[in-house]
């Protein structure tokens, strides 16, 4: 099945059925022999959820009636054909005819003159994309951009902005391998340009890599880490010997760096979902790093825990992802308005919990990958108020000692979005 067709799935498991990209796309990737054909698609795809309401409304505006049900597929092949000749340096003429190559290919022989018609109609008339609306301006829905507004008066155009840049590949060094300054000498005898991140392990890529083109990364000399991600380990501090629990721990980069930190500690790393604690293994196995994990809910500790309390617990609790939007851009249209107020409730209910199964004297790092008050600054505001035991330690890192936590914005130092909150439990109440 050529190239398009693929790309035509994925997008509409997307925006049909829910799913996320991340999953979709290596679905489709499967049917591909060649890297370059496999990041042509990843580049469609990507490119397609960045640039959608704009293209669209082109797609529309060349269609007679909307195309429905089972012809779906076909309105998301239309939007891969619009993508590649507003969007791509692919010649027309050949961005044309294989997007009506893989109508046939979907079974839609029928379909195949509409397909041509439009996307022939769109190059003809080359027109600028509409910029009607903010929707349209900035290819962001209504409802975020409202949020982002009232959150990021001065900001918001410039958060959405560093929200469509293509992100930067972040390393992790790993300590017990290498120091960085080592790590980067070996980069830079490969000629692969690098620098040092603000975190004491971080590494910033001057372009991306296949990770197999990196100095012994299948022998877990580095991993592939956000810049702001990495803070989490470091910000909890563990120390030798301590009983750590990472509550939401999958995919496991966490719950690593922690055991590169500091190799004697218990780490207990669960995960709701069963699928993604193999991938915590994965990443324990290559790095010969080792933890136990359990697959339960974080909410629920004493259904699946017998031990006692935690030293330290790392909390990094289901959120709305909006910090990560330049790398998931199928966020903006999988999440809806009224999922934040949900997700606030749900990262109350693991705090709270989370909050009993830490010992006196102990540490409880609270972060998310989103970007809006309601799941940080106020969700930490409101737990500070009810919980007479938890005080709110200031981090250097902060915009200011007046902020509660650190609210990192997307392209910060290069970062994704993220947000910080480290709490202590007083010794006694």
């Known amino acids: 099945m050529n190239l398009r067709a693929l790309a035509a799935k994925a997008i509409f498991e997307v925006l049909e059925k829910g799913v996320s990209l991340s999953v979709a796309l290596p679905e489709q990737q499967k049917h591909l022999a060649s890297g370059k054909d496999k990041a042509l698609l990843a580049e469609l795809c990507y490119g397609v959820m960045r640039t959608l309401p704009q293209i669209e409304k082109r797609i529309s505006e060349c269609l007679a009636k909307p195309l429905k049900g089972k012809q779906r597929i076909i309105h998301q092949l239309l939007i891969i054909g619009c993508y590649q000749l507003y969007f791509t340096r692919i010649p027309s003429h050949a961005a044309i005819s294989e997007t009506a190559e893989a109508c046939r290919q979907l079974k ?122 990495q803070w989490a380990a470091t910000l909890l501090a563990p120390q030798a010997n301590e009983l750590i629990l990472d509550a939401c721990a999958a995919p496991g980069g966490k719950s690593s760096h922690l055991l590169e930190l500091e190799p004697s500690i218990k780490l207990v790393a669960v995960d709701f979902d069963a699928k993604r604690l193999e991938r915590v293994q994965q990443n324990l196995d290559r790095l ?61 209910q693991i705090l709270d919990h989370c909050w009993k199964w830490l010992k006196p004297g102990g540490t409880l790092l609270y972060a998310t990958c989103s970007i809006l008050p309601q799941e940080n600054r106020d969700q930490i505001s409101a737990f500070l108020d009810r919980t007479a035991d938890a005080k709110l330690d200031i981090l250097a890192q902060q915009n200011s000692p007046q902020d509660i936590g650190w609210q990192i914005t997307p392209g910060q130092d290069n970062m994704d979005g993220f947000y910080y909150a480290r709490l202590l439990k007083a010794t006694h109440k």
Not at 182 to 211: T, W
Not at 310 to 317: K, N, T, W
Not at 320 to 347: C, F
Request: hydrophobic letters at 40%; glycine letters at 6%; a negative charge.
């Open 108 to 229: 839609f022989e029928g379909m195949v003159k509409v397909v041509n018609g439009v996307l022939r109609n769109i190059q003809r008339q080359l027109s600028p994309l509409s910029t009607e609306s903010d929707t349209l301006s900035y290819n962001t829905p209504a409802w975020l951009i409202k949020r982002l507004k009232e959150a990021y008066p001065e900001q918001w155009q410039d958060i959405i902005q560093q929200s469509h840049e293509r992100p930067p590949m972040w390393l992790r060094n790993n300590r017990l391998s290498q120091s960085r300054t080592e790590y980067l000498a070996a980069l830079a005898e490969l000629d692969i340009e690098a620098s040092e991140g603000s975190s004491a392990d971080a590494i910033l890529l001057a372009h991306p890599k296949d990770v197999a083109t990196l100095p012994r990364f299948h022998e877990g000399a580095a991993s592939v880490q956000d810049g702001a991600a």
């Open 288 to 348: 010969s790093l080792k933890a136990e994990l359990i697959h339960g809910d974080a909410a629920n500790i004493g259904s699946w825990w017998q031990g006692g309390l935690f030293d330290r617990i790392l909390l990094d609790a289901p959120c709305s992802a909006t910090g990560v939007i330049r790398r998931h851009p199928d966020i903006k249209w999988l999440r809806k308005n009224h999922d934040i107020e949900e997700l606030a409730q749900l990262q109350l």
